[in-house]
């Protein structure tokens, strides 16, 4: 309806304009001409020889073109408040009936306007001076499921993957944690003794311990053996470990059973018997001293004892325990 309106309005425009172009070129035309014939004579009417410069008409020419300046900038001062007070009520009325929106989008390069002024602004300078971006970055998080969109649409694996490629991360935590306070903490939150219990195979640690170790030096080197001997050697009894060791022999009743001729072998046999108790004692007392070299010792070889037939028989008393 409006469109037609408009068109209906042009027509009587058009048709004027087509009757007064031809009219205007013709006028022009003509005027042109008459202007380059006139001039000479125009030039000498406007500047007479003769004639004083102040009693010229070209003097009084410039002086009303001087007049009618000043007349125009005082008329255009007016106009301008004047459009002043009436352009804004008449564009607010022309707004109203008019759809910008459409207008921009049908006629405007919107594309070309943008990147016309980006092109000519460093949004950086206007962003940092006149958005508050605190304020900003308040209300965005504030609106924001911040942990609902990390999850959904960040790979947290090759974020933290990439982190820790670039991170030294001994060296972070050397610097910036107290590792005392940490262990301090996790010491005082743990027991340790049942973590141990449970998760720890004692036996494989003793084990691989004892294999890596060198127990023989480290006692050598460690350990006062002369003082773990004395203590040893002071909490037992010696006596009686020997007077049991002869008591179990009974070399008494072992002398009284020799007869004959078989005299001598059981003299042996007795000796050999108090050799064996007294290399039971010695190697008693050599487990406490921790001695080794008596070990794997042969008996020493005793000269054979002859006993003559009528020898009296020996009566030894016997021992009381």
Do not use: K, N
């Amino acid at each position: 309806m409006t469109t037609s309106i408009q068109q209906g309005l042009l027509v009587p425009v058009d048709l004027a304009l087509g009757i007064a172009a031809p009219v205007w070129r013709l006028a022009s035309g003509t005027t042109r001409v008459a202007a380059r014939a006139a001039a000479p004579w125009l030039r000498l009417s406007l500047r007479p020889p003769g004639v004083p410069a102040h009693l010229q008409p070209g003097h009084w020419l410039a002086e009303l073109a001087l007049a009618g300046a000043d007349r125009r900038e005082e008329l255009g001062s007016r106009a301008v408040h004047r459009l002043d007070v009436v352009v804004p009520v008449t564009a607010g009325v022309v707004l109203d009936r008019i759809d910008l929106t459409e207008i921009v989008l049908e006629r405007v390069d919107l594309e070309t306007v943008v990147t016309t002024v980006l092109d000519r602004l460093d949004l950086t300078a206007v962003v940092l001076e006149r958005v508050d971006l605190q304020a900003v970055v308040t209300t965005v998080l504030d609106r924001l499921d911040l942990t609902e969109i990390v999850l959904e649409r960040v790979d947290l694996q090759a974020v933290v993957t990439t982190v820790l490629d670039r991170l030294d991360l001994t060296e972070i935590v050397l610097e910036r944690v107290d590792l005392q306070a940490v262990v301090t903490t996790v010491l005082d939150r743990l027991d340790l003794t049942a973590v141990v219990l449970e998760r720890v195979d004692l036996q494989a640690v003793v084990t691989t311990v004892l294999d890596r170790l060198d127990l023989t030096e480290i006692v050598l080197q460690r350990v006062d053996l002369q003082a773990v001997v004395a203590t040893v050697l002071a909490q037992t009894d010696l006596v009686a470990i020997a007077e049991e060791v002869i008591d179990a022999v009974d070399l008494p009743e072992i002398i009284r059973e020799s007869t004959g001729s078989m005299a001598s072998d059981t003299v042996r046999g007795a000796r050999m018997q108090g050799i064996s108790a007294d290399e039971a004692v010695g190697r008693a007392v050599d487990r406490l001293l921790l001695r080794h070299h008596r070990r794997g010792e042969p008996l020493p070889d005793l000269p054979p004892v002859t006993v003559s037939e009528d020898a009296p028989r020996s009566h030894a008393p016997e021992r009381t325990p």
